[in-house]
């Protein structure tokens, strides 16, 4: 069953952002899954959710988020999200 991760992203460092997406993409590829949007111009129709730029990422299961998530390739790339943005990250199962 597909799995969704939600991001509302906010980059304070593009040049020093795209590292991390350099050293993720591969990663994100490895493990089966899509980049299916990147949205830096979302419009809020209801409620006060804004996010300056929204990534939604496909996996094949919950479980392969997790396993990216809290893999040992993925650590030092969090580190780095961290360093040149703030994210607010999200994920869910599709029925």
């Given at each position: 069953m597909s799995a969704y991760v939600v991001?509302?992203?906010d980059v304070a460092d593009a040049e020093g952002f795209q590292q991390y997406i350099d050293g993720v993409t591969p990663l994100i590829d490895?493990?089966?899954a899509r980049n299916i949007l990147v949205d830096p111009g979302t419009e809020t129709?209801?409620?006060d959710w804004?996010?300056?730029t929204l990534v939604i990422h496909e996996f094949p299961s919950k479980q392969a988020v997790l396993d990216f998530?809290?893999?040992?390739?993925?650590?030092p790339?969090?580190?780095?999200?961290?360093?040149?943005s703030t994210v607010k990250v999200v994920v869910a199962e599709a029925n």
């Open positions: 991001i509302d992203l490895k493990v089966g129709l209801e409620g804004n996010p300056p998530w809290n893999s040992p390739e993925y650590e790339y969090k580190d780095l999200r961290r360093k040149y």
